[in-house]
């Protein structure tokens, strides 16, 4: 299976703040990529998908960009609803994989 | 609008089994690709099975020949009988649909907790 990786595994920032969040595959992954945020208790839901692709009603301070291994998820001026866990996940091959999250705390 | 509601979770012993449902309105299982996602506690997200549009399924090696994955159209529901439980499998499953095969997956139910403990 193919191997997602994500860093940092924690971030601590503060409102207005610009983030990013790395995901890197263990193999080209071309731009089969998405991207999720999770609040605790929640189900998880679809920010970016194909890579940098902006799913209906995601907020424009969601961004996403990569091909190949590497790929990043960034969000310009953090709001306060913005503080989650997010998740990257691939969908090259027909066994999908998720990165171990990325837990975005307020500073 | 689109809702998926899971059922059926529990605490159950190593070794027992159990039935998850998912119940969808708003889309039709047997035109979608639906899948089930599991978080063990603390943990990442894990794409378990998976039935097609056309009624093919697929497993993770984690649970192949233990879970079975299915759907009753008439009842627009799907399913995943799980058999030979054990502790590792404790996670909230969660119904799913995907864009693909492999997703991304783009509606997700509410999720239920299935405990494998004694």
């Known amino acids: 299976d193919i191997q997602m990786t994500q860093s940092p595994s924690t971030l601590s920032a503060s409102v207005g703040d610009r983030i990013t969040i790395t995901c890197r595959a263990s193999?080209?992954?071309?731009?089969?990529l998405a991207w999720y945020q999770q609040k605790p208790g929640k189900a998880p839901r679809l920010l970016i998908y194909?890579?940098?692709s902006l799913q209906t009603g995601v907020p424009s301070r969601f961004s996403g960009s990569g091909s190949g291994t590497e790929f990043t998820l960034t969000i310009t001026s953090l709001q306060p609803d913005d503080f989650a866990t997010y998740s990257c996940q691939h969908y090259y091959t027909y066994s999908p994989t998720f990165g171990q999250g990325t837990r975005l705390e307020i500073k | 609008e689109v809702q998926l509601v899971e059922s059926g979770g529990g605490l159950v012993q190593p070794g027992g089994s159990l039935r998850l449902s998912c119940a969808v309105s708003g889309l039709t299982v047997s035109s979608n690709f639906m899948t089930w996602v599991r978080q063990a506690p603390g943990k990442g997200l894990e794409s378990v099975s998976v039935?097609?549009?056309?009624?093919?399924?697929s497993y993770a090696d984690s649970v192949k020949g233990r879970f079975t994955i299915s759907r009753d159209n008439s009842k627009n529901m799907v399913y995943l009988q799980m058999n030979s439980l054990r502790a590792e499998d404790t996670a909230v499953y969660y119904c799913?649909?995907?864009?693909?095969?492999?997703?991304?997956?783009?509606?997700w139910g509410q999720g239920t907790l299935v405990t494998v403990s004694s």
């Open positions: 193999q080209s992954i071309s731009d089969w």
């Open positions: 039935i097609h549009s056309g009624g093919g399924t």
């Open positions: 799913t649909r995907g864009i693909a095969v492999a997703g991304p997956f783009d509606y």
């Open positions: 194909k890579a940098s």
